[in-house]
């Protein structure tokens, strides 16, 4: 379904193996990331920062998903998560999660249904 | 350790926008890719998802550039819903054994849309299977093609063997409104489910 791809980098995994340090994710923090989490920054890049830190630092001042991130960066996902986790520990950026249909214990939330069908009837 | 977000993930942090997201399933060709962009807010982006056949030695490494990758993708867009609130939809890739690879994929989900092409019932049982066993609520939106023979919907839904509660309905994926009524048909399904699950037993 998507158009045809470049053959691909035959480095991608060093590269990506030396942008995590060779972490594999996701864990720990970045274990509950979702592809649409909200990303928002909370503090400002400092000097000599991991360029891909600053690059997300810089992109999320506005709230922007990890599938966005992912896909402007170029990043897979798990290896977005690790990075993300180590800018969430250090409290650099704030995660979002995606409201869910029913939160646990909460019950269905039909005041967000209702905000969605309105929003969906306006387009 | 404690993020803000993180023990709520619900309404209940304080302002800024947040998102919810629905699913885009059903079999290769089906349109799901065709629905997203028609009814998205932004140019539909992909993300990518790299697998490799076999497990990396973190502490080695020498001989990772001969593992085998295989790259899998997942097309998204989304739509504004107000000032607070984006709608992420995520067409899921055809090759369903692959859905794994992004965390949950479906974890989280409002609900999910199965496209149905009616000349090729059978490609889409495969992500109806995966809906019911994960329990996403789901509607069927069967993607009406020029050739397509019309089929009275209870035959569909015979064929489909999805439950009478399941909305089938018919629409044109190319189209933007056709897309958006699925969704608000979605989203009416939901708040029925909810209202029912609500009412005294």
Redesign the interface.
Known sequence: ??AP?PP?D?????R??VLTG???G?G??A????????I?SRAAAVPGMQHEHEEIIRRCRD?L?V??L???LGL???IL?VLLADL??AGRV??????????AG?????A??????S???R? | MDFKGFDHPDRQTAGGPRSVKVMIAGGFGTGKTTMVRSVSDIKPLTTEETLTQASVDVDNLIGVADKQETTVSLDFGKIGINDQLVLYLFGTPGQERFWFLWNGLFKGALGAVVLVDTRRLASSFRAIEEMERQNVPFVIALNVFPDSTDHPIEEIRDALDVSPHTPIVACDARDRASSRDVLIALIRHLQERSAAAMEPR
């Open positions: 379904m998507s791809r691909t035959p480095s991608g995994l060093e990506y193996y060779g972490r594999s996701p720990g923090s274990s509950s990331l979702d592809v649409a989490t909200l928002v709230p998903s599938a966005e992912g896909a402007h897979p996902f798990n998560a969430l520990d704030e995660a979002r999660h995606p409201i869910p249909a029913s939160g909460s019950g269905p939330d039909l967000l249904l209702e905000e969605v069908l929003g969906l009837q387009l």
